[in-house]
């Protein structure tokens, strides 16, 4: 049997995989897009590629990083949370290291796209109107890839807001939330496939936001926090 002084510390180092993995994210799938990034303009988003190449590659870096945390937190959770329901925690540990294949066939496209513009050898075999093409058709595909990774980013946060709303090792609160955050994923990715216009519509702007608390407080919470202990014989019978 776990100590609760040992669940705690699982607990917290999930906590600190976590922040790796909100504080990558944010920064490789928020910030360098939102200073790259120009909406249905590749020549502009490519010249800003090449105007700032350090930030392009940080942002892959940091993607990369994710990709390593995020096959780690959910191993931690398990240990945290496993004994709980031992089907939900398999599902969330499956769903979460599927989606790590998935960001990472995703990011060879944008390896492709760095490659195009930056290798000198094949600047000199091909003309310029066709390396930003090439460009553009390889960061088109990165986003496209993304498409099935962020539905895998959904669907771990059901059985994970499952086990936290049943062990009640954290608060309910955050458990409603991520799985509210899961249903607003869902939405965001076949809302974007379905729907003509999606993207500007009031739905997209905030169906994310769910996710975004829920993520954000949990990691706090298991890093500040760690789990809360029910009492010895409430934890023996769990685990019976």
């Known amino acids: 049997m776990t100590t609760a002084g040992g669940l705690r510390a699982q607990a917290r180092l999930a906590g600190l995989l976590y922040l790796i993995v909100v504080a990558a994210g944010i920064f490789s799938l928020g910030y360098v ?10 020549p502009a988003t490519i010249s800003n590629i090449l105007a700032n190449e350090s930030l392009f590659r940080l942002g ?5 990083l994710k990709q390593v945390a995020f096959l780690l937190l959910p191993l931690a959770l398990y240990r945290v949370l496993g004994d709980t329901n031992r ?4 599902a969330m540990v499956a769903f979460a290291v599927t989606s790590v294949p998935l960001a ?3 990011l060879g496209h944008k390896l492709d796209a760095l490659s195009l513009l930056t290798d ?3 600047a000199k075999a091909v003309a310029p109107a066709q390396l930003q093409a090439m460009a553009a058709q390889a960061l088109d595909a990165y986003g496209n890839g993304l498409v099935a990774t ?13 086990l936290v709303l049943k062990s009640a090792r954290m608060p309910r609160l955050l458990g409603i939330l991520l799985i509210l ?3 607003g994923y869902l939405v965001d990715v076949f809302g974007a496939l379905l729907a003509p216009g999606y993207a500007d519509s009031m739905i997209a702007k905030y169906v994310m936001l769910p996710a975004s608390i829920s993520e954000i407080g949990a990691c706090l919470w298991l890093l500040l926090f760690g789990v809360r202990m029910p009492a010895p014989a409430t934890l023996n019978e769990d685990m019976a």
């Open 150 to 162: 962020r539905l895998f980013w959904g669907l771990w946060l059901l059985p994970f807001g499952w």
């Open 33 to 42: 897009p939102s200073q790259l990034n120009v909406a249905e303009d590749w």
């Open 87 to 90: 089907a939900a925690a398999v």
């Open 60 to 64: 892959i870096v940091a993607f990369l």
């Open 104 to 106: 990472l066939v995703a």
């Open 181 to 183: 955050g899961c249903l």
């Open 120 to 122: 000198p050898v094949i």
